[in-house]
């Protein structure tokens, strides 16, 4: 299993024989079979988290030095210190400190439960299987638990006991968007079209924020030749995914004092198109560093890429208060503007982008965009010269500005833009009938 520090200045292991079992004895470490922790070094780390690390450690050596036979208490240091490390991505020394606990405490479900998660976000899906069976026997009710074996038991095409867990949390809980989510791939898989449609309906009327779910229904209704209401979804399709309700993880995400590194791993929760996860995460450090304009422009956004707008626009603009002279914070904020209807503003936005930073690779093409949409049609063809003067290989712009001319009735201006066109893209007919009528109206 891999060991990350995502986010943290450094992680440098002080070595496996180092271990946090200081204060054990020799009989109780052979009794109980505790594992070795690594523990990582915290000189190079920021001071919150130093801090933070440091004093679960000392919370679980003072429990480890205390009077013998109270398994339970150690089990609860074992477990608190691993939520820590869990939270931070060092997984190696979590899931050994997992471990502990269960052995100390084996009937309690909350480390059965955090294991199994940790080794399904990792990738291992047998040892998660494990040990979230474990946590199922220990709270059979538990629907979360029920959720991530469905899933498991899915992604190993186990597709009847998918069914059986899923099936059981909407016995228990008929308004869990989730377990209809899961069925309705299932039916979907099978080839049941209309249960896998009733199935995705309902999770997305208790989720309507999934806006993922669009995307699959509209796939499905085409398939069951219903083109308009594929088409109706399709209009309303997004990024954001369901996100299911799993208090014991959202503890983790709550536990990281480290506005770095919940930046980082939002920004990786981006790259890997997990945008829900993206906004709590960026949402956080914005809590815990209210200062930083950049961390306000991430979490604006990233609320836009769901599209909640309102939200987006109120932190980039929060943005611009701390730092004026950002220009990626007035682009995002102008692109906001536009897909909210707000032209004036938007252009105002990247206008002032554009000035900030004349070599953004965005920020004139979008201005000479809203400019046209605006119908100021001058003001829109010196906006794309500026850009072609700037970046004389961009296409969009290129493109932009011979259609612009045509429309304004100067077809001889738009020629050698076309020609150039023609000559980058022979096969699109677009530009090849553009410098048509160009040619034939040089007038």
């Known amino acids: 299993m891999a060991t990350s520090a995502t986010g943290l200045a450094s992680c440098p292991w002080i070595g496996l024989a180092l271990l946090l079992l200081l204060g054990c004895s020799p009989a109780t470490l052979e009794h109980e079979k505790l594992e070795a922790v690594p523990y990582p070094a ?12 440091d004093a679960a450690r000392q919370r679980l050596e003072r429990a480890l030095e205390g009077p013998q036979g109270r398994p339970a208490e150690l089990a609860e240091a074992f477990g608190e210190i691993g939520r820590l ?34 080794h399904q976000t990792e990738g291992d899906f047998d040892a998660a299987s ?40 909407l016995a228990n809980s008929p308004s869990s968007a989730s377990a209809h989510y899961g069925l ?19 999770a997305l009327r208790l989720q309507p924020r999934a806006l993922q779910l669009h995307s699959l229904l509209a796939a499905i209704y085409r398939r069951t030749d219903r083109p308009e209401l594929a088409e109706q979804h399709l209009a309303r399709q997004g990024f954001l995914p369901l996100v299911p309700q799993d208090p014991l993880v959202e503890k983790l995400a709550e536990m990281a004092a480290s506005a770095s590194f919940l930046v980082a791993r939002g920004n990786l929760a981006l790259h890997e198109g997990k945008l829900s996860i993206a906004v709590e995460n960026f949402r956080r450090a914005v809590e815990l560093n209210p200062g930083d304009s950049a961390t306000y422009e991430l979490l604006g956004g990233a609320l836009a890429m769901i599209g909640e707008l ?42 002032r982008a554009s000035a900030l930073d004349p070599n953004h690779p965005d920020a004139g093409f979008n201005a000479g965009s809203t400019l046209l949409r605006l119908k ?37 201006e738009a020629v050698k833009d076309l020609r150039r066109l023609v000559s980058e893209e022979p096969e699109n007919p677009q530009f090849r009938e553009q410098l048509a009528v160009a040619l034939a109206n040089p007038s």
């Not at 939270?87 to 199994?116: E, I, K, S």
């Open 85 to 118: 490390y869990h939270a931070y991505n060092l997984l190696d020394a979590a899931a050994a400190c997992y471990r502990n606990a269960r052995r100390l405490a084996p009937q309690a479900f909350v480390w059965a439960y955090l294991l199994g998660y940790l």
């Open 130 to 169: 494990t040990q979230l069976e474990n946590a199922r026997e220990l709270e059979p009710d538990d629907l979360p638990t029920r959720l991530r074996l469905g899933e498991l038991h899915h992604i190993a095409g186990r597709n009847q006991a998918a069914v059986e867990e899923f099936a059981q949390v």
């Open 310 to 351: 309102g939200a987006a626009m109120t932190h980039l603009e929060t943005a611009i208060r701390l730092d004026p002279g950002s220009p990626t914070a007035h682009f995002a904020l102008g692109r906001a503007l536009a897909q909210s209807g707000h032209d004036e503003r938007a252009l105002n936005h990247y206008q």
């Open 376 to 412: 100021r049609f001058e003001e829109s063809l010196t906006t794309y010269t500026r850009v072609l003067e700037a970046r004389p290989h961009d296409r969009e712009a290129r493109s932009r500005r011979a259609s612009l001319l045509l429309s304004l009735g100067r077809p001889a």
């Open 42 to 53: 915290v000189a190079r780390m920021e001071p919150a988290v130093a801090q933070q690390l």
């Open 184 to 202: 309705g791939r299932l039916k979907l898989q099978e080839g049941e079209l209309e249960a896998a449609i009733d199935h995705l309906e309902e």
